[in-house]
T-cell receptor
Framework: GENVEQHPSTLSVQEGDSAVIKCTYSDSASNYFPWYKQELGKRPQLIIDIRSNVGEKKDQRIAVTLNKTAKHFSLHITETQPEDSAVYFC????????????????FGQGTRLTINP | DSGVTQTPKHLITATGQRVTLRCSPRSGDLSVYWYQQSLDQGLQFLIQYYNGEERAKGNILERFSAQQFPDLHSELNLSSLELGDSALYFCASSVGGQSYNSPLHFGNGTRLTVT
C-alpha cells in the first residue's frame, strides 16, 4: 500500500522568511496530493492540493510542487506570519478504477511549523 | 465550519467498554472516512464508505467496526476498549464516486479517553 514520508518533523523559521516541507510517496499510481493545516486542538483543514497532471500550483503565499519521476512533492510558504504556526500534513491517494468511490488518503507524519517573531 | 458533524465531542469511558461515535457528512457528500489521531501523532486511516458500502480499509483493529447508513451518516463502534485507544477520532467526507479523488473535509473530532 501507499506510504508517505514527511520531513522535517519540526521546523522553526523567522517571521517573513520562507518555509519548505517535503514529502515522498511510494505508490507511482498516486495522483492526488493535498496539504492540510492543523492548529492545536482543531480539525485538519485543506490549504492546497495538486493533481498529477500539474507540476506546480500556487495560491497567494502558498505553493506546491510535484515531481512524479522522483515521487516527491513539496509545500512552500513565503513571507511567513505568526498565524502560519501549526502542524502541516501532506497526503497522497489514487482513484481506484476498479472500485467506484474508493479513495484511501494516506497522510505523512506531520511537520510542526513555528514562526518566530 | 466544514459542514461535517461529529458527536459526541468528548467521551470518557473505562477499559473493556464499548462506545459509538457518530458522523454526519456534508450535504451532498457520499463518502465518509474515519481517521485516528493519537497524541502528537499523524492521521491514521481506518476505513472509508461510499454510498453505504465499504470501499477502502486501513489498519483498523478487529475490535473496531463501522457502517454507513442509507441517510449517509456513519457510526464507528469501538469495543473492548484499551488505554491505547485513547485518541482523537476524526470523520471526514467528500463528494466521492468520481474517476478522480476529491478533497476531504474534516469534522471537529471526538476525543476519546479510556481510563
Amino acid at each position: 500500500g501507499e506510504n508517505v514520508e514527511q520531513h522535517p518533523s519540526t521546523l522553526s523559521v523567522q517571521e517573513g522568511d520562507s518555509a519548505v516541507i517535503k514529502c515522498t510517496y511510494s505508490d507511482s499510481a498516486s495522483n492526488y496530493f493535498p496539504w492540510y493545516k492543523q492548529e492545536l486542538g482543531k480539525r485538519p483543514q485543506l490549504i492546497i492540493d495538486i493533481r498529477s497532471n500539474v507540476g506546480e500550483k500556487k495560491d497567494q503565499r502558498i505553493a506546491v510542487t510535484l515531481n512524479k519521476t522522483a515521487k516527491h512533492f513539496s509545500l512552500h510558504i513565503t513571507e511567513t506570519q505568526p498565524e502560519d504556526s501549526a502542524v502541516y500534513f501532506c497526503a497522497a491517494s489514487k482513484a481506484s478504477g476498479r472500485i467506484q468511490g474508493a479513495q484511501k488518503l494516506v497522510f505523512g507524519q506531520g511537520t510542526r511549523l513555528t514562526i518566530n517573531p | 465550519d466544514s459542514g461535517v458533524t461529529q458527536t459526541p465531542k468528548h467521551l470518557i469511558t473505562a477499559t473493556g467498554q464499548r462506545v459509538t461515535l457518530r458522523c454526519s457528512p456534508r450535504s451532498g457528500d457520499l463518502s465518509v472516512y474515519w481517521y485516528q489521531q493519537s497524541l502528537d501523532q499523524g492521521l491514521q486511516f481506518l476505513i472509508q464508505y461510499y454510498n453505504g458500502e465499504e470501499r477502502a480499509k486501513g489498519n483498523i483493529l478487529e475490535r473496531f467496526s463501522a457502517q454507513q447508513f442509507p441517510d449517509l451518516h456513519s457510526e464507528l463502534n469501538l469495543s473492548s476498549l484499551e488505554l491505547g485507544d485513547s485518541a482523537l477520532y476524526f470523520c471526514a467526507s467528500s463528494v466521492g464516486g468520481q474517476s478522480y479523488n476529491s478533497p476531504l473535509h474534516f469534522g471537529n473530532g471526538t476525543r476519546l479517553t479510556v481510563t
